[in-house]
């Protein structure tokens, strides 16, 4: 969508973190999302975050909220094989009952 | 385990043919669930807004004739694409809100192919 913004590609070797960016224009956000889809899959939650937090951190992913730029980020520590997928950012702005923004997807390739 | 179920995985119909698709949550009463389509390499595009017991709520653009949507139980909605043509071919999604309503699940989508 066009209200939120990712970076359409990322290359990462195994073992290494990755950095998938997101940006937002929607200043009443409230819940912020991530999800990955595998290919011919479904999305899946990965994680969310609400927009009072900074910080959220689960196991190898942390995502961090800087919400006066509007700016999301999902890191993930030790990046595998499996974790090759489109990464979508959504957002749901306080006054739409939960309809899902999302952002292009970022192609998440992780080589040997 | 997946939360949200849908089913078909995968149909295959001819074209002036109507297809239903069935989204379900498991363990979870889903007042509100939505259907999104997705083309390939695109992101999610919202159609529309099921609410249970209620009439849906499409997106600007999206035909209700066309994409029937029934949401007769908290459990269950439905998807029916009348009259499909070969340009309804797509990935349908649907997703679901849990009862506290800051956590939605998606389904493991449909493939629909009309040919």
């Known amino acids: 969508g066009e209200d939120v913004e990712q970076s359409l590609f990322l290359s990462v070797r195994e073992g290494d973190s990755s950095v998938i960016n997101c940006t937002y224009t929607?200043?009443?956000?409230?819940?912020l999302y991530w999800y990955k889809q595998e290919p011919g899959a479904g999305l899946q939650l990965l994680t969310y975050?609400?927009?009072?937090?900074d910080m959220k951190q689960d196991q190898r992913l942390t995502v961090l909220l800087n919400k006066k730029d509007k700016h999301l980020s999902l890191r993930i520590a030790d990046t595998q094989t499996g974790d090759s997928a489109i990464y979508f950012c959504?957002?749901?702005?306080?006054?739409?009952?939960?309809?899902?923004?999302f952002g292009a997807g970022t192609t998440v390739t992780v080589r040997a | 385990g997946a939360v949200v179920s849908q089913h078909p995985s995968r149909v295959i119909c001819k074209s002036g043919t109507s297809v239903k698709i069935e989204c379900r949550s498991l363990?979870?009463?889903?007042?509100?669930m939505f259907w999104y389509r997705q083309f390939p390499k695109q992101s999610l595009m919202l159609m529309a807004t099921?609410?249970?017991?209620?009439?849906?709520?499409?997106e600007q653009g999206v035909e209700k004739d066309k994409f029937l949507i029934n949401h007769a139980s908290l459990t269950l909605s439905t998807l029916t694409v009348t009259s499909a043509h070969p340009e309804d071919s797509s990935f349908y999604i649907c997703?679901?809100?849990?009862?506290?309503?800051?956590?939605?699940?998606f389904g493991e989508g449909s493939w629909l192919t009309v040919v």
């Open positions: 997703s679901a809100r849990t009862g506290t309503g800051n956590t939605i699940y």
């Open positions: 929607d200043s009443s956000s409230t819940y």
């Open positions: 975050i609400f927009s009072n937090m």
């Open positions: 959504a957002e749901t702005p306080r006054s739409n009952d939960y309809k899902l923004s």
């Open positions: 363990d979870f009463q889903a007042t509100t």
């Open positions: 099921s609410n249970e017991g209620s009439k849906a709520t499409y």
